[in-house]
């Protein structure tokens, strides 16, 4: 039987860290349609590729974030560095939402793509530094489930406030007014009586952090670990950036019936990672990212059949479970098959995941507009698949491996 989660203040900063981050991140592509309108690249037109090149140019930016944002830890401390990814990301959205032309536009999308850099980067190691006595994978595992709560969240008031006309500047900027709470949350001064973050007593020098990230990248095991997240990411937000947008575009469902069925995939994602999280223990990760792969795989095969609104919102909840996973369990059982520096470890399979979402979904929108929207999501299931043959092949490389 696993044990009871016990959660504190950090734990709530960091859930609310990863709501604000998700709903940062999908507001972008929840409001496209009506982006697109004011910036002349209609979707269903030929605009897919511009569409897709947000993402794209937001996910080089988080990976130049995360391969630095380890340095700044080592200067300011891991809170700091979640604060200034927190103000960097909101100040950025809100930016987007002012911006005046589709340049411009891209610009903040890219520097919010920073602050979010910042976030992927720490917020996993955040949250493995307040339990790494206490099977820490089980807590990472379900705080990620609060990316998928802001998703849910973000994407039905989004979807609504969009149907009823109102201005895509406000909701987009309001998305980017909330990351200042996690932020507040984290600064406020310690009590007594409270949770306590195991700081940093030291800064760690570059020459230490570059050490570390070269002896991960000189392990063959580790390239595995890398390739798979690059799969893992791409598949699931090709699903999160373009479901909304297909559903409108495609069914000629409205933005309130496209931001609920996103929400059903996150509400599938949601009930996922929490049970995964509370009910899976840790040696049994690997069988878990294998079953749940290879049947989001069989399930993905049959979302560009289904022209049944109905049925395709049910087959997004069915690929929302199987898909909870992927990021945060993928990266738990790496480290707990690797002798490394686990925040290292992280940070680097996040620089694999994110441009993982950002190549896919920009591909998917050169698909879309070359061979047809529907026909672009079976790269979803190719991703689920690859994903899961890379973990199966995982035990094939003896090197560096944990006992």
């Known amino acids: 039987m696993a044990k009871k989660l016990v959660f504190g203040r950090y734990d709530y900063a960091a859930f609310l860290s990863f709501m604000s981050y998700s709903a940062c991140s999908i507001i972008i592509p929840m409001a496209l349609v009506a982006i697109s309108k004011s910036f002349n690249f209609p979707l269903d037109d030929g605009g897919l590729g511009q569409g897709g090149a947000l993402q794209l140019g937001r996910s080089f930016i988080m990976v130049i974030s995360m391969l630095g944002c380890g340095y700044l830890a080592g200067i300011i401390g891991v809170k700091k560095t979640m604060v200034t990814g927190l103000l960097t990301m909101g100040l950025s959205i809100i930016l987007a939402a002012l911006s005046p032309m589709y340049g411009l536009l891209f610009f903040f999308v890219a520097c919010a793509g920073f602050g979010e850099g910042i976030l992927e980067g720490y917020a996993t190691p955040f949250v493995q530094n307040l339990h790494k006595n206490d099977e820490p994978g089980r807590y990472i595992t379900f705080t990620h489930g609060f990316w998928s709560v802001g998703i849910f969240l973000a994407v039905l008031i989004a979807g609504y406030l969009l149907m009823i006309e109102v201005n895509w500047r406000l909701v987009v900027g309001f998305c980017g007014f909330l990351a200042m709470f996690p932020a507040i949350l984290m600064m ?27 002896k991960i990248i000189s392990i063959p095991r580790f390239w595995v670990f890398f390739a798979s997240m690059i799969f893992a990411g791409g598949g699931e937000y090709c699903l ?17 019936v496209g931001g609920l069925a996103t929400a059903i995939f996150a509400a599938g994602m949601i009930g996922g990672r ?5 009910n899976v ?5 690997k069988k878990l ?7 989001g795989a069989l399930i993905g095969m049959f979302f560009p059949h289904v022209q049944n609104l109905v049925l395709l919102i049910i087959l997004l909840l069915f690929l929302g479970i199987a898909s909870a996973p992927f990021w945060p369990t993928i990266q738990s059982f790496a480290c707990n098959r690797m002798r490394v520096d686990d925040t290292m470890l992280f940070i680097l399979l996040s620089c694999a995941g994110v441009p993982g979402c950002g190549i896919f979904t920009f591909l998917m929108g050169v698909v879309g507009d070359k061979i047809g929207f529907t026909e672009s999501f079976y790269l979803v299931p190719i991703c689920y698949v690859i994903m899961s043959l890379l973990i199966l092949s995982e035990n094939l490389w003896k090197s560096n491996l944990k006992k």
Do not use: D, M
């Open 281 to 285: 223990r840790e040696k049994n990760f």
């Open 274 to 278: 929490l049970y995964f999280g509370a």
């Open 289 to 295: 990212i294998v079953i749940v792969g290879f049947t």
């Open 240 to 256: 999160t950036f373009w479901c909304a947008s297909y559903i409108q575009t495609a069914l000629k469902a409205n933005a309130f």
């Open 188 to 214: 406020l001064k310690e009590k007594p009586n409270q949770q306590h973050y195991p700081e940093l007593k030291n800064s760690v020098p570059f020459s230490v952090t570059w050490k570390r990230a070269i």
